[in-house]
C-alpha cells in the first residue's frame, strides 16, 4: 500500500468526508462566513449548494466538529424522497426523540417539546439537511413548520439545507416553494477550487498523515491535475491517489505529467462517460487551460466583489444573489463558446487525420 512505501500515517486522499482534513479554499471559507452569519442570526433556513464532490459533506462535518455541544444541540440527516411525515420523524430521531406508534401531530408536539427543553438549559437546536435536493415538497413543508416553534418570542430551531445546484434552481424558481424561500436568510453555492489552490490543497492532505517532501508533485503534475478534476475535491482526491498508488508501484519518489497523464486516461477507459463529457486530444489542451484561467479569473473577481457586501438583512442578500447570477450566466456564455470552439478544433483534427490515413493507403 502506497501510506507503507511513503511511510505515512493515513490515507491522505481518502474519499469519505473527514474534518480532519478540512480545507479552506476560497470557495469554502465564503461558505463558512455564510453560516457563522446564520447561526448568528439563529433563526431560519440557510442554503448551501454544490456540484457533485465539491465538498459540502466536509464543510459541515468541520463546523459541526467547532460547534460548542452546551451552547448547541447540531443534529444531521440524509434526506431522500419521502413525504412529510417521514421527514419529520426522521428529524425526531436525529435528536434522539421515540416516534414509534404515534401519529404525525403527536410527532410534532414532542419535537416542539423537546426544543423546548432544550432552550431552557440555554441550548438552541440546529438541523442540518444533506442531500436537500431529494425533498419532496410536502418534506420541505414539513420542515418549515418546524422553523414556526418559538419559546418567548425566539426561534426554537435553525435549519441548513445543503443539496446540488438543483435545489438552489427549484428554490428560486418554484411557487409552490415561496414561504420557504422567504424565510431563508442566507444561501452560497460551493464552486470548484481555483487552478492555484489545488497544490496548497494536496500539500495540506499530504502534511495532515506526515508527509515530508516524499513523493515529490511536479507543477505541471498539478496543473493536470487541477484541470482533469475542474477543481473538484472529491475528484482531485480520485487521481491524486491512483498517482500515488502507482508512484508506489514503481518505486518513484516524483508524480511528474507523464504519471498524470496515465492515471486521468486510465480514469477514462473504465469511465467511458467522462471521456465523452471531455474530448479534448493533447494537442488542443492549452486552450482548455486558457478557459481554466479565465474562469479562475471571473471567480476571483466574483468574489471580491461579493465580499464587499456582507450579509445585512433579506435586502442585501437579494442583491447579492442577483450579482452572482449573473456572473454566473457569464461563466456559462463562455464555457458554450469555448466548448463550439474546442469541438470545431477536434472535428478539422480528425478531418485532417483521416486525409492523411488516405494519402497514405493511396500512397
Excluded at 502506497?2 to 500515517?9: I, Q
Excluded at 463558512?32 to 433563526?43: D, I, T, V
Excluded at 498539478?222 to 475542474?230: T, V
Aim: charged content about 25%; glycine content about 6%.
Amino acid at each position: 500500500m502506497y501510506t507503507s512505501y511513503f511511510k505515512l500515517t493515513g490515507r491522505p486522499f481518502q474519499l469519505t468526508p473527514d474534518p480532519k482534513f478540512y480545507f479552506e479554499s476560497a470557495t469554502h471559507r465564503k461558505a463558512m462566513s455564510y453560516l457563522g452569519y446564520g447561526l448568528a442570526q439563529g433563526e431560519g433556513f440557510i442554503v448551501i449548494t454544490g456540484d457533485i464532490g465539491a465538498g459540502k459533506t466536509t464543510l459541515v462535518a468541520h463546523l459541526m466538529a467547532t460547534i460548542d455541544p452546551k451552547r448547541l444541540c447540531a443534529v444531521k440527516i440524509a434526506a431522500s424522497e419521502m413525504d412529510g411525515d417521514t421527514a419529520l420523524r426522521l428529524a425526531a430521531h436525529a435528536f434522539g426523540i421515540d416516534t414509534d406508534g404515534i401519529d404525525k401531530a403527536h410527532v410534532l408536539s414532542r419535537i416542539e417539546a423537546y426544543m423546548h427543553h432544550q432552550a431552557r438549559a440555554g441550548r438552541r437546536s440546529l438541523l442540518i439537511v444533506d442531500e436537500a435536493q431529494t425533498l419532496t415538497y410536502e418534506a420541505l413543508e414539513a420542515l418549515r413548520i418546524l422553523s414556526n416553534f418559538q419559546l418567548g418570542g425566539q426561534p426554537l430551531i435553525q435549519i441548513f439545507l445543503l443539496g446540488q445546484p438543483e435545489f438552489r434552481e427549484a428554490l428560486t424558481s418554484s411557487r409552490e416553494l415561496e414561504q420557504l424561500r422567504q424565510r431563508v436568510i442566507a444561501t452560497h453555492h460551493l464552486g470548484p477550487m481555483l487552478p492555484d489552490e489545488v497544490r496548497p490543497y494536496v500539500e495540506h492532505r499530504l502534511k495532515i498523515v506526515g508527509w515530508s517532501g516524499n513523493p515529490q508533485f511536479e507543477p505541471d503534475a498539478i496543473a493536470r491535475l487541477a484541470e482533469e478534476s475542474r477543481g473538484i475535491p472529491r475528484v482531485v482526491n480520485t487521481l491524486a491517489q491512483a498517482a500515488m498508488e502507482r508512484a508506489a508501484e514503481t518505486q518513484s519518489g516524483m508524480i511528474d505529467l507523464a504519471l498524470v497523464e496515465a492515471v486521468c486516461e486510465a480514469r477514462r477507459e473504465t469511465s467511458p462517460q467522462l471521456a465523452l463529457q471531455n474530448p479534448v486530444p493533447a494537442q488542443i489542451r492549452s486552450i482548455s487551460r486558457d478557459v481554466h484561467a479565465l474562469r479562475a479569473t471571473l471567480s476571483a473577481a466574483a468574489a471580491a466583489n461579493e465580499d464587499e457586501m456582507a450579509p445585512q438583512g433579506a435586502d442585501r442578500m437579494t442583491q447579492i444573489e442577483a450579482r452572482l447570477a449573473r456572473i454566473e450566466t457569464r461563466l456559462s456564455e463562455q464555457d458554450e463558446m469555448f466548448a463550439t470552439i474546442l469541438s470545431k478544433m477536434i472535428e478539422w483534427i480528425e478531418e485532417d487525420e483521416s486525409l492523411e490515413t488516405a494519402a497514405n493507403r493511396a500512397a
